[in-house]
Structure formats: C-alpha cells, structure tokens
C-alpha cells in the first residue's frame, strides 16, 4: 500500500504493486537524465505534454528506485506495466507532482 503523505505512488510490474516516489538523489539524476536545467524545467515539460516515452521511463525507474525496486531501466523495458503506455505516463506526471507539494 502506498503511503501518499510520502508522495508515494502505486505502480504495477507484471502484476505485482510497487510503491514508487522520487527522493532528491532521484530528481538530481532526473536534471542529468533529462537534460534539464531545473527541477521546474523538469516538470514543466510534463506539465504541457511535452515529454517523450524516454522522459517517462526515467521518471519511472527513478521513482520505483526510490521506493526500494532494485531494478534497472532495461528491466523495465522488459516489464508489463499494468495500464500500459498511458498509465506509465500518468503514474510519472504523479511522481513529479508527488515530489513538488508540500503535504498539509
């Protein structure tokens, strides 16, 4: 179960749930990965559509990683992601929002 007050998100990998959350070691690897300048460039471009399926298996492997998943990139691309492209997408979006609020 995740814990959202953390900024947990659920993702489902070949049917088993994962809690996954991007840690500030996640999102600095995040700027370098995506070639981004800021933490706001990063999410801006999920913000207005204009991310690329790399953009949201890194944020995918990141959060997973932060949530305890030992896996790798190239694990992932081997892996079914419950919902598919859209869900893995959606789940990305909400990891990065996630890591950018401030819980009440």
Known sequence: ??????GEVEITLDGVPHAARLTLGALAELET???TGSLV???GRFETGRFSAADVI???VAGLRGGG??????????????????AAAQA????????FVVPQ
């Not at 179960?1 to 953390?6: S, T």
């Not at 998943?69 to 859209?86: E, F, I, K, P």
């Open 41 to 43: 460039e990063m999410a």
């Open 58 to 60: 890194h944020v995918i």
């Open 92 to 99: 990305a979006a909400q990891l990065l929002a996630a890591a």
């Open 1 to 6: 179960m995740v814990n959202p007050m953390r």
């Open 69 to 86: 998943w030992s896996g790798t990139r190239d694990d992932l691309l081997c892996t079914d992601v419950a919902g598919g492209a859209v």
């Open 33 to 35: 990965q995506l070639a």
